[in-house]
Each structure stands twice: as C-alpha cells, then as structure tokens.
C-alpha cells in the first residue's frame, strides 16, 4: 500500500514538472554565450546574447556566489531555489 501511495505521489510530481516544461532534476548549467555576456557585468545589468532562437534579452543573474553570471532571458522560468 505505501508503495502505491509514494509511487502516485512521483507521478504527480513527475507530471507537474513536464506540464510546467521543466524536467526533473537540477538545471543545466547556462551556454557559454550567456556567461560570456556577464563577464564584465554586475548581478542586474542588462545583457544580450545570441541563442539558438535568435538574440535573447536580459539580466545578469547567478543563482549563489560561488557561480559565474549569465545572462537570465528576460521570460525565462523563475530560478529553482538553490541547495544548500
């Protein structure tokens, strides 16, 4: 029985994430491109790169201190709280 309950439970989970077109599991890291447009940059400054769908704008961001900027597009999916 709890088998069955914990194995509905992943579904769902597995479900919410591919309906909210996010695979399970930890990101990706970013292209090089995005962290090439940060180099020189603060954490909010504007930034632009080149991306497989053309130019994408946005801002430098990095999800801890110990990570590189890149530049987040300005409609990409808030950042996953990071792990500690």
Request: net charge negative.
């Amino acid at each position: 029985m709890h088998f069955v309950a914990a194995f509905s439970l992943g579904v769902v989970i597995l479900g919410a994430s591919v309906a909210y077109g996010r695979p399970p599991g930890p990101p990706g890291p970013p292209p090089n491109e995005a962290i090439e447009a940060c180099e020189n940059a603060e954490p909010g400054d504007a930034c632009s790169f080149e991306g497989k769908d053309g130019v994408l704008e946005g801002t430098c961001f990095s999800p801890r201190e110990d990570l590189p900027l890149a530049c987040r597009p300005k409609d990409a999916p808030p950042p996953r709280p990071s792990a500690r």
